[in-house]
Protein backbone atom coordinates (compact mmCIF):
# COMPACT_ATOMS: atom_id res chain seq x y z
CA UNK A 1 0.00 0.00 0.00
CA UNK A 2 1.20 3.91 -0.89
CA UNK A 3 0.95 5.51 2.29
CA UNK A 4 2.32 9.46 3.05
CA UNK A 5 3.14 9.91 6.62
CA UNK A 6 2.81 13.56 7.61
CA UNK A 7 4.89 14.64 10.40
CA UNK A 8 8.11 12.96 11.52
CA UNK A 9 8.22 13.29 15.20
CA UNK A 10 8.09 9.93 17.85
CA UNK A 11 4.65 9.38 16.35
CA UNK A 12 5.57 9.33 12.58
CA UNK A 13 9.03 7.79 12.97
CA UNK A 14 7.55 4.76 15.17
CA UNK A 15 4.77 4.68 12.79
CA UNK A 16 7.10 4.54 10.01
CA UNK A 17 9.17 1.66 11.53
CA UNK A 18 6.44 -0.13 11.85
CA UNK A 19 4.98 0.05 8.33
CA UNK A 20 7.83 0.08 6.23
CA UNK A 21 8.73 -3.53 8.34
CA UNK A 22 5.34 -4.52 6.97
CA UNK A 23 6.65 -3.72 3.65
CA UNK A 24 4.09 -0.77 2.60
CA UNK A 25 5.40 1.89 0.52
CA UNK A 26 6.07 4.92 2.54
CA UNK A 27 6.79 8.74 2.11
CA UNK A 28 7.14 10.65 5.04
CA UNK A 29 6.66 14.84 4.79
CA UNK A 30 8.54 16.27 7.56
CA UNK A 31 9.30 20.25 7.73
CA UNK A 32 12.09 19.99 8.76
CA UNK A 33 15.09 18.98 6.74
CA UNK A 34 17.17 16.71 10.02
CA UNK A 35 14.18 14.64 10.09
CA UNK A 36 13.95 14.06 6.74
CA UNK A 37 17.74 13.23 6.51
CA UNK A 38 17.70 11.37 9.82
CA UNK A 39 14.56 8.83 8.72
CA UNK A 40 16.20 7.96 5.06
CA UNK A 41 19.09 7.15 7.05
CA UNK A 42 17.15 4.98 9.25
CA UNK A 43 14.48 3.54 7.08
CA UNK A 44 14.18 2.60 3.04
CA UNK A 45 11.24 5.26 2.93
CA UNK A 46 11.31 8.57 0.28
CA UNK A 47 11.27 11.58 2.17
CA UNK A 48 9.94 15.57 0.96
CA UNK A 49 10.54 18.49 3.26
CA UNK A 50 8.14 21.16 3.33
CA UNK A 51 4.71 22.16 4.32
CA UNK A 52 2.60 19.02 4.15
CA UNK A 53 -0.90 21.22 4.13
CA UNK A 54 0.75 22.37 0.55
CA UNK A 55 -0.57 21.19 -2.31
CA UNK A 56 2.82 21.44 -4.14
CA UNK A 57 4.55 19.28 -1.13
CA UNK A 58 1.63 16.65 -1.78
CA UNK A 59 2.30 16.56 -5.30
CA UNK A 60 5.48 15.88 -4.74
CA UNK A 61 4.80 13.01 -1.80
CA UNK A 62 2.49 11.72 -4.98
CA UNK A 63 -0.46 12.03 -3.43
CA UNK A 64 -2.72 11.46 -6.26
CA UNK A 65 -1.32 7.58 -5.94
CA UNK A 66 -1.37 7.60 -2.54
CA UNK A 67 -4.39 5.23 -0.86
CA UNK A 68 -3.72 6.28 2.63
CA UNK A 69 -2.44 9.68 4.25
CA UNK A 70 -1.70 9.53 8.00
CA UNK A 71 -1.62 13.27 9.44
CA UNK A 72 0.75 13.39 12.63
CA UNK A 73 2.28 16.58 12.82
CA UNK A 74 2.68 18.61 16.19
CA UNK A 75 -0.43 20.71 15.29
CA UNK A 76 -4.12 19.77 15.19
CA UNK A 77 -4.75 22.74 12.79
CA UNK A 78 -2.31 21.36 10.40
CA UNK A 79 -3.11 17.54 10.53
CA UNK A 80 -6.85 18.89 9.89
CA UNK A 81 -6.21 21.35 6.22
CA UNK A 82 -3.49 18.26 5.32
CA UNK A 83 -6.38 15.65 5.14
CA UNK A 84 -8.48 18.39 4.00
CA UNK A 85 -6.34 19.44 1.05
CA UNK A 86 -5.50 15.91 0.14
CA UNK A 87 -8.76 14.45 -0.64
CA UNK A 88 -9.22 17.79 -2.92
CA UNK A 89 -6.17 16.04 -4.68
CA UNK A 90 -7.52 12.89 -4.28
CA UNK A 91 -10.81 11.52 -3.89
CA UNK A 92 -10.40 8.18 -3.15
CA UNK A 93 -7.61 8.15 -0.84
CA UNK A 94 -8.14 7.50 3.37
CA UNK A 95 -7.13 9.95 6.11
CA UNK A 96 -6.29 9.63 9.51
CA UNK A 97 -5.63 12.86 11.81
CA UNK A 98 -4.13 12.90 15.23
CA UNK A 99 -6.31 15.76 16.49
CA UNK A 100 -5.06 16.28 20.31
CA UNK A 101 -6.66 19.67 21.74
CA UNK A 102 -9.63 19.10 24.12
CA UNK A 103 -11.20 21.90 22.23
CA UNK A 104 -11.49 19.72 19.28
CA UNK A 105 -12.26 16.47 20.97
CA UNK A 106 -16.24 16.64 20.55
CA UNK A 107 -16.85 18.40 17.75
CA UNK A 108 -14.08 16.34 15.59
CA UNK A 109 -15.90 13.36 15.85
CA UNK A 110 -19.46 15.11 14.91
CA UNK A 111 -17.55 16.72 11.81
CA UNK A 112 -15.56 13.76 10.17
CA UNK A 113 -17.14 14.29 6.75
CA UNK A 114 -16.85 17.65 6.39
CA UNK A 115 -13.07 17.52 7.28
CA UNK A 116 -12.89 13.97 4.70
CA UNK A 117 -11.31 12.16 8.01
CA UNK A 118 -11.89 8.28 7.77
CA UNK A 119 -10.41 7.99 11.59
CA UNK A 120 -9.25 10.83 14.08
CA UNK A 121 -7.00 9.38 16.75
CA UNK A 122 -6.18 11.44 20.28
CA UNK A 123 -3.15 9.78 22.01
CA UNK A 124 -3.98 11.66 25.41
CA UNK A 125 -7.54 10.46 25.25
CA UNK A 126 -6.28 6.70 24.60
CA UNK A 127 -3.50 6.75 27.32
CA UNK A 128 -6.09 8.23 29.76
CA UNK A 129 -8.45 5.60 28.58
CA UNK A 130 -6.29 2.66 29.62
CA UNK A 131 -5.11 4.16 32.67
CA UNK A 132 -8.46 4.87 33.79
CA UNK A 133 -9.04 1.02 33.48
CA UNK A 134 -6.19 0.32 35.50
CA UNK A 135 -6.89 2.35 38.14
CA UNK A 136 -10.69 0.76 38.38
CA UNK A 137 -9.67 -2.49 38.82
CA UNK A 138 -5.97 -2.47 39.92
CA UNK A 139 -3.84 -5.62 40.59
CA UNK A 140 -2.43 -5.59 37.12
CA UNK A 141 0.06 -3.98 35.07
CA UNK A 142 -1.80 -3.78 32.29
CA UNK A 143 -4.66 -4.84 30.54
CA UNK A 144 -5.90 -5.09 26.51
CA UNK A 145 -8.95 -6.18 25.80
CA UNK A 146 -11.28 -8.98 23.29
CA UNK A 147 -14.21 -9.97 22.04
CA UNK A 148 -16.16 -6.90 22.96
CA UNK A 149 -14.54 -6.30 26.45
CA UNK A 150 -15.30 -10.14 27.45
CA UNK A 151 -11.67 -11.33 27.20
CA UNK A 152 -8.62 -9.90 28.39
CA UNK A 153 -4.54 -10.40 28.38
CA UNK A 154 -3.47 -9.31 31.68
CA UNK A 155 0.45 -8.24 32.92
CA UNK A 156 1.54 -9.33 36.60
CA UNK A 157 5.13 -9.41 37.90
CA UNK A 158 6.06 -12.71 40.05
CA UNK A 159 7.57 -11.42 42.95
CA UNK A 160 9.40 -12.70 45.42
CA UNK A 161 6.60 -13.45 48.14
CA UNK A 162 3.94 -14.89 45.40
CA UNK A 163 2.48 -18.04 44.97
CA UNK A 164 3.68 -18.26 41.41
CA UNK A 165 7.03 -18.39 42.43
CA UNK A 166 8.63 -21.55 41.14
CA UNK A 167 5.21 -22.48 39.97
CA UNK A 168 5.14 -24.57 37.24
CA UNK A 169 2.29 -23.63 34.06
CA UNK A 170 1.41 -26.74 33.95
CA UNK A 171 0.14 -26.60 37.90
CA UNK A 172 -1.57 -22.96 37.22
CA UNK A 173 -5.19 -23.95 37.11
CA UNK A 174 -5.05 -25.90 40.51
CA UNK A 175 -3.92 -22.53 42.31
CA UNK A 176 -5.88 -19.82 40.14
CA UNK A 177 -8.81 -22.47 40.25
CA UNK A 178 -10.20 -20.37 37.10
CA UNK A 179 -9.24 -21.48 33.60
CA UNK A 180 -6.40 -19.27 32.08
CA UNK A 181 -3.52 -19.46 30.05
CA UNK A 182 -0.21 -17.99 30.33
CA UNK A 183 0.94 -16.46 26.76
CA UNK A 184 3.75 -14.76 27.24
CA UNK A 185 6.54 -14.57 29.83
CA UNK A 186 9.35 -11.63 29.65
CA UNK A 187 12.10 -12.89 31.51
CA UNK A 188 15.05 -10.74 31.70
CA UNK A 189 13.92 -8.35 29.21
CA UNK A 190 13.27 -11.69 26.61
CA UNK A 191 10.19 -12.78 26.07
CA UNK A 192 9.13 -16.45 25.76
CA UNK A 193 6.57 -18.39 24.44
CA UNK A 194 6.26 -20.85 27.31
CA UNK A 195 4.82 -24.82 27.47
CA UNK A 196 3.56 -26.33 31.12
CA UNK A 197 7.00 -27.41 32.15
CA UNK A 198 7.62 -23.40 32.44
CA UNK A 199 8.29 -22.72 35.72
CA UNK A 200 8.23 -19.28 36.84
CA UNK A 201 10.69 -17.34 38.98
CA UNK A 202 10.80 -13.77 41.00
CA UNK A 203 11.17 -11.07 38.65
CA UNK A 204 9.14 -12.45 35.61
CA UNK A 205 6.46 -10.48 34.03
CA UNK A 206 3.69 -12.88 32.65
CA UNK A 207 0.95 -12.13 29.91
CA UNK A 208 -2.21 -14.01 30.78
CA UNK A 209 -5.38 -14.77 29.04
CA UNK A 210 -8.65 -14.98 30.93
CA UNK A 211 -12.29 -14.14 30.82
CA UNK A 212 -12.94 -11.03 32.20
CA UNK A 213 -15.24 -12.58 34.62
CA UNK A 214 -12.73 -14.35 36.14
CA UNK A 215 -10.17 -11.33 37.05
CA UNK A 216 -11.12 -10.94 40.58
CA UNK A 217 -10.96 -14.63 41.37
CA UNK A 218 -7.54 -15.25 39.77
CA UNK A 219 -6.02 -12.11 42.13
CA UNK A 220 -7.76 -13.03 45.07
CA UNK A 221 -6.72 -17.25 44.76
CA UNK A 222 -3.09 -15.48 43.95
CA UNK A 223 -3.26 -13.49 46.80
CA UNK A 224 -3.37 -10.27 44.96
CA UNK A 225 -5.87 -8.05 47.21
CA UNK A 226 -5.40 -4.75 45.65
CA UNK A 227 -7.24 -1.94 47.22
CA UNK A 228 -10.10 -0.18 46.08
CA UNK A 229 -8.59 3.07 44.22
CA UNK A 230 -10.58 5.79 45.78
CA UNK A 231 -8.10 8.90 45.67
CA UNK A 232 -5.39 9.69 43.41
CA UNK A 233 -2.43 11.99 43.11
CA UNK A 234 -1.50 13.15 39.10
CA UNK A 235 1.40 14.54 38.35
CA UNK A 236 1.79 16.98 35.49
CA UNK A 237 -0.88 19.22 33.91
CA UNK A 238 -0.66 18.18 30.35
CA UNK A 239 -4.05 16.77 28.25
CA UNK A 240 -3.15 13.78 29.29
CA UNK A 241 -3.62 14.71 32.45
CA UNK A 242 -6.64 16.80 32.18
CA UNK A 243 -8.94 13.79 29.90
CA UNK A 244 -7.66 11.56 32.92
CA UNK A 245 -9.19 14.01 35.69
CA UNK A 246 -12.15 14.06 34.18
CA UNK A 247 -12.39 10.65 33.75
CA UNK A 248 -11.72 9.82 36.88
CA UNK A 249 -14.25 12.64 38.38
CA UNK A 250 -17.14 10.86 36.31
CA UNK A 251 -16.25 7.50 38.73
CA UNK A 252 -16.35 9.66 41.86
CA UNK A 253 -12.86 9.48 42.64
CA UNK A 254 -10.84 12.33 44.82
CA UNK A 255 -8.28 13.58 42.53
CA UNK A 256 -5.37 15.87 42.95
CA UNK A 257 -3.18 17.15 40.44
CA UNK A 258 0.26 18.94 40.99
CA UNK A 259 1.57 21.13 38.54
CA UNK A 260 5.14 22.94 38.11
CA UNK A 261 4.06 26.29 35.91
CA UNK A 262 1.61 28.73 37.96
CA UNK A 263 -0.34 29.60 34.73
CA UNK A 264 -0.98 26.24 33.70
CA UNK A 265 -2.13 25.58 37.55
CA UNK A 266 -4.41 28.02 37.11
CA UNK A 267 -5.81 27.46 33.86
CA UNK A 268 -6.56 23.73 35.38
CA UNK A 269 -8.18 25.11 38.22
CA UNK A 270 -11.21 26.66 36.02
CA UNK A 271 -11.34 23.73 33.48
CA UNK A 272 -11.37 20.92 36.66
CA UNK A 273 -13.43 23.26 39.44
CA UNK A 274 -13.71 19.81 41.53
CA UNK A 275 -10.40 18.82 41.02
CA UNK A 276 -7.43 19.68 43.87
CA UNK A 277 -5.09 21.71 42.05
CA UNK A 278 -1.79 22.25 43.46
CA UNK A 279 1.14 23.85 41.85
CA UNK A 280 4.35 22.75 42.93
CA UNK A 281 7.51 20.75 42.16
CA UNK A 282 6.34 16.66 42.08
CA UNK A 283 9.82 15.38 41.78
CA UNK A 284 10.73 17.25 45.09
CA UNK A 285 10.35 14.55 47.65
CA UNK A 286 9.41 16.56 50.74
CA UNK A 287 6.89 18.19 48.21
CA UNK A 288 4.99 15.29 47.91
CA UNK A 289 5.18 14.13 51.41
CA UNK A 290 3.74 17.37 52.28
CA UNK A 291 0.90 17.21 49.95
CA UNK A 292 0.39 13.44 51.57
CA UNK A 293 1.56 11.38 48.72
CA UNK A 294 1.70 7.78 51.52
CA UNK A 295 -2.14 8.62 52.17
CA UNK A 296 -3.15 8.11 48.14
CA UNK A 297 -4.31 4.86 46.45
CA UNK A 298 -2.43 5.68 43.09
CA UNK A 299 0.25 7.88 42.00
CA UNK A 300 0.16 8.62 38.42
CA UNK A 301 3.32 10.36 36.87
CA UNK A 302 2.31 12.27 33.45
CA UNK A 303 4.89 14.87 33.29
CA UNK A 304 6.65 15.78 29.84
CA UNK A 305 10.11 14.15 30.61
CA UNK A 306 10.68 10.75 31.46
CA UNK A 307 13.28 10.64 33.93
CA UNK A 308 10.98 13.18 36.00
CA UNK A 309 7.97 10.32 36.10
CA UNK A 310 10.27 7.78 36.75
CA UNK A 311 11.92 9.72 39.91
CA UNK A 312 8.32 10.78 40.90
CA UNK A 313 7.13 6.45 40.60
CA UNK A 314 9.94 5.44 42.60
CA UNK A 315 9.31 7.86 45.28
CA UNK A 316 5.53 6.91 45.22
CA UNK A 317 6.36 3.53 45.41
CA UNK A 318 8.85 3.92 48.37
CA UNK A 319 5.59 5.98 49.96
CA UNK A 320 4.04 2.49 50.23
CA UNK A 321 1.41 4.07 47.13
CA UNK A 322 0.16 0.56 46.03
CA UNK A 323 -1.02 1.65 42.44
CA UNK A 324 1.87 3.33 40.54
CA UNK A 325 1.76 4.20 36.50
CA UNK A 326 4.45 5.73 34.86
CA UNK A 327 4.37 7.37 31.43
CA UNK A 328 7.60 6.69 29.09
CA UNK A 329 7.69 8.11 25.92
CA UNK A 330 11.42 7.73 25.21
CA UNK A 331 12.57 5.30 27.50
CA UNK A 332 11.85 1.66 26.37
CA UNK A 333 10.35 -0.24 29.45
CA UNK A 334 12.46 -3.54 28.41
CA UNK A 335 15.97 -2.06 29.43
CA UNK A 336 14.67 -0.43 32.78
CA UNK A 337 15.16 -3.84 34.29
CA UNK A 338 13.23 -4.40 37.09
CA UNK A 339 12.88 -0.76 38.40
CA UNK A 340 9.54 -1.03 40.47
CA UNK A 341 8.04 1.60 38.00
CA UNK A 342 4.30 -0.17 38.02
CA UNK A 343 2.15 -0.04 35.34
CA UNK A 344 3.83 1.47 32.15
CA UNK A 345 2.32 3.90 29.42
CA UNK A 346 3.41 5.25 26.35
CA UNK A 347 0.06 7.20 24.44
CA UNK A 348 2.65 6.77 21.22
CA UNK A 349 2.47 3.12 20.86
CA UNK A 350 -1.23 2.93 21.83
CA UNK A 351 -2.20 5.41 18.96
CA UNK A 352 0.63 3.68 16.58
CA UNK A 353 -0.83 0.51 17.24
CA UNK A 354 -4.72 1.13 16.29
CA UNK A 355 -3.70 2.89 13.33
CA UNK A 356 -1.61 -0.27 12.23
CA UNK A 357 -5.35 -2.10 12.74
CA UNK A 358 -6.36 0.34 10.42
CA UNK A 359 -3.57 0.10 7.87
CA UNK A 360 -4.10 -3.89 8.01
CA UNK A 361 -8.17 -3.67 7.66
CA UNK A 362 -7.28 -1.52 4.36
CA UNK A 363 -4.85 -4.26 3.20
CA UNK A 364 -7.08 -7.59 4.11
CA UNK A 365 -10.33 -6.48 3.85
CA UNK A 366 -12.35 -9.48 4.48
CA UNK A 367 -9.79 -11.34 7.05
CA UNK A 368 -7.91 -8.52 9.02
CA UNK A 369 -7.37 -8.85 12.86
CA UNK A 370 -10.38 -7.39 14.29
CA UNK A 371 -8.36 -6.29 17.16
CA UNK A 372 -4.50 -5.77 17.80
CA UNK A 373 -2.50 -5.33 20.97
CA UNK A 374 1.38 -5.35 21.68
CA UNK A 375 2.16 -6.56 24.42
CA UNK A 376 5.82 -8.20 26.29
CA UNK A 377 7.53 -4.96 25.53
CA UNK A 378 6.38 -5.17 21.93
CA UNK A 379 8.10 -8.38 21.76
CA UNK A 380 4.66 -10.10 21.20
CA UNK A 381 1.12 -9.29 19.15
CA UNK A 382 -1.54 -10.41 20.08
CA UNK A 383 -4.81 -10.32 17.53
CA UNK A 384 -8.24 -11.47 17.32
CA UNK A 385 -9.68 -12.83 13.57
CA UNK A 386 -12.80 -13.57 12.82
CA UNK A 387 -13.47 -17.20 11.51
CA UNK A 388 -14.93 -17.36 8.41
CA UNK A 389 -15.14 -19.72 5.07
CA UNK A 390 -11.40 -18.88 4.29
CA UNK A 391 -10.29 -19.65 7.31
CA UNK A 392 -8.09 -23.41 7.29
CA UNK A 393 -9.35 -26.20 9.40
CA UNK A 394 -12.25 -25.41 10.97
CA UNK A 395 -13.42 -28.14 13.50
CA UNK A 396 -9.79 -29.85 13.78
CA UNK A 397 -8.72 -30.17 17.33
CA UNK A 398 -5.90 -27.84 17.87
CA UNK A 399 -3.24 -30.51 18.88
CA UNK A 400 -3.03 -31.58 15.39
CA UNK A 401 -2.80 -27.92 13.74
CA UNK A 402 0.78 -27.53 12.36
CA UNK A 403 1.14 -23.73 13.52
CA UNK A 404 4.14 -21.86 12.95
CA UNK A 405 6.52 -21.67 15.93
CA UNK A 406 5.90 -18.58 18.57
CA UNK A 407 2.35 -18.69 17.30
CA UNK A 408 -0.15 -19.86 20.11
CA UNK A 409 -3.72 -19.59 19.79
CA UNK A 410 -4.85 -18.42 23.57
CA UNK A 411 -8.91 -18.25 23.44
CA UNK A 412 -11.92 -19.22 21.40
CA UNK A 413 -15.22 -17.35 21.52
CA UNK A 414 -17.91 -19.28 20.35
CA UNK A 415 -21.02 -17.64 20.70
CA UNK A 416 -21.97 -16.69 24.08
CA UNK A 417 -19.37 -18.90 25.42
CA UNK A 418 -15.30 -18.05 25.73
CA UNK A 419 -12.86 -21.06 25.53
CA UNK A 420 -9.75 -20.83 26.73
CA UNK A 421 -8.74 -23.81 24.57
CA UNK A 422 -6.73 -27.11 24.99
CA UNK A 423 -5.11 -29.28 22.82
CA UNK A 424 -8.69 -31.04 21.96
CA UNK A 425 -10.64 -27.50 21.53
CA UNK A 426 -11.23 -26.30 17.44
CA UNK A 427 -12.84 -23.79 16.51
CA UNK A 428 -16.02 -23.09 13.81
CA UNK A 429 -16.95 -20.43 11.37
CA UNK A 430 -18.57 -17.56 12.97
CA UNK A 431 -16.42 -18.09 15.96
CA UNK A 432 -13.57 -15.40 16.84
CA UNK A 433 -9.64 -16.66 17.56
CA UNK A 434 -7.09 -14.79 19.42
CA UNK A 435 -3.89 -15.42 18.33
CA UNK A 436 -0.19 -14.33 20.10
CA UNK A 437 2.61 -14.09 17.83
CA UNK A 438 6.06 -13.81 19.63
CA UNK A 439 7.52 -14.08 15.94
CA UNK A 440 9.10 -11.38 14.01
CA UNK A 441 7.31 -11.77 10.73
CA UNK A 442 3.96 -9.99 10.72
CA UNK A 443 0.53 -12.08 11.19
CA UNK A 444 -2.07 -9.91 8.24
CA UNK A 445 -4.35 -12.26 8.77
CA UNK A 446 -5.62 -16.03 10.41
CA UNK A 447 -4.59 -18.33 7.50
CA UNK A 448 -0.83 -16.62 8.22
CA UNK A 449 -0.39 -18.77 11.67
CA UNK A 450 0.03 -21.80 9.96
CA UNK A 451 3.15 -23.31 8.18
CA UNK A 452 2.54 -24.47 4.35
Not at 8 to 20: E, I
Not at 72 to 96: F, P, R, S
Not at 293 to 299: K, L
Not at 379 to 398: H, M, T
Request: glycine letters at 8%; proline letters at 3%; aromatic letters at 6%.
Amino acid sequence: MKIIIAGGGKVGAKLTRMLSAEEHEIVLIDSKSKVAGETVNQFDVMTVQGNCASVEVLEQANVEEAELLIAVTGTDEVNLLCCLTAHYMNKEIHTIARIRSPEYSGQISRMRGAFALSMVVNPEMQAAREIDRLLRFPGFLKRDTFARNRVEIVELRVNEDSVLDGLSLSSLENVAKCKVLVCTVLRNGNAVAPDGSFVLKEGDRIFVTAPTYNLSLLLKNLGILPRKVKKVIICGGGRLSYYLAMMLQKSGMGVKLVEKNYERSVELAKLLPKADIVCGDATDWSFLESEGVSHYDAVVALTGMDEMNMVISLYGGKSGVPQVITKLVHMQSSVLGDLPLGSIIDPKELCSNLIVKYVRSLTNQDCAAITVHSIADGQAEAEEFRIDKASRYCGVPLKELNLKKNVLIVCINHGAELVIPSGDSSYEQGDTVIVVNSRQEVISQFNDIFEY
